[in-house]
């Protein structure tokens, strides 16, 4: 896209329950989009998005790590291959050749790798990146209600307040030229989407705001959504404006091809 190469990695695989993931949608429509497994979970991918220009290189988020405990790697059905540091080597890169890091959100399957242990602490795994992150988030998840409580995992985000690599940022944020921030609300109170502009060319990092591709049409969402109707709303807008221009998309969990042209997708 320009002067920038678009890379998808993949963290891993994992499952979640299909009912969950599809909220009111009933399971004879969503089942032939998203199979089943016998525990009722769907398979899911771990996607993050690489971004390499002549001056800098991007993460956009940092999958789901390894602090998973074993009976948790049994209930998510992980499986992975190679996992985000091996896909950034495969890319020639080391952890410290990263700028910036973007969090959608810091729910534990989208920041595991944002920090890694280091004997009995956990410090920042790109010490060099800026990390960024929507203020609103970052205090919903230090201090996560009865509900998220669950999704986040402190040792994931933490260290990088104390590592000094925080940035956080307040609604629409120019990160670089031609890569912006805005935020959503939605999923989480402070969830972010990506939009990566070069040219007339644009790429549109969803996050959570439509996990796969089965998530497309504007009522099917996740039961994960804190605020549905506020997804709802933001979500028709952004992807018709995405279809119109026939955008390329980015989808975190989708586990075939991670990218897709929003004019082929149908209607929203």
């Not at 993050?48 to 074993?70: F, H, M, Q, R, Y």
């Not at 410090?123 to 990146?129: E, I």
């Not at 989407?193 to 959570?208: K, Q, T």
């Amino acid at each position: 896209m320009g002067d920038w190469e678009l890379v998808a990695l993949r963290d891993a695989f994992f499952r979640l329950d299909g009912g969950s993931m599809f909220g009111v949608i009933p399971k004879v429509l969503w089942d032939r989009k998203k199979p089943a497994d016998e525990r009722n979970r769907i398979h899911l991918g771990l996607n993050c998005l690489l971004v390499k220009s002549p001056n800098w290189t991007a993460l956009i988020e940092a999958g789901i790590g390894d602090k998973i405990a074993p009976a948790d790697e049994d209930i998510y059905g992980l499986e992975r291959e190679t996992g985000l540091p091996a896909e950034l080597a495969a890319e020639g890169l080391e952890t410290d050749d990263i700028d910036f890091v973007i969090l959608s959100h810091l729910h534990l399957d989208h920041c595991g790798w944002a920090t890694v242990r280091d004997g009995d602490s956990y410090h920042p795994t790109f010490k060099q990146a800026r990390y960024i992150i929507q203020k609103s988030e970052w205090q919903a998840a230090a201090k996560p209600d009865r509900r998220s409580r669950a999704s986040y995992d402190s040792r994931n985000f933490e260290a990088l307040q104390k590592g000094g690599v925080l940035h956080l940022v307040d609604g629409e944020h120019e990160v670089l030229p031609g890569i912006r921030v805005m935020h959503t609300g939605g999923h989480t109170w402070g969830h972010q989407i990506v939009v990566l502009e070069s040219g007339d060319s644009r790429c549109v990092f969803l996050g959570d705001l439509v996990p796969t591709l089965a998530h497309f049409k504007t009522n099917w969402h996740m039961s994960w959504d804190l605020f549905p109707l506020e997804l709802m709303a933001v979500k028709e807008g952004l992807l018709r404006e995405a279809a119109e221009r026939d955008d390329l998309l980015f989808f975190t969990h989708e586990d075939g091809e991670a990218f897709a042209r929003a004019g082929i997708l149908g209607e929203v």
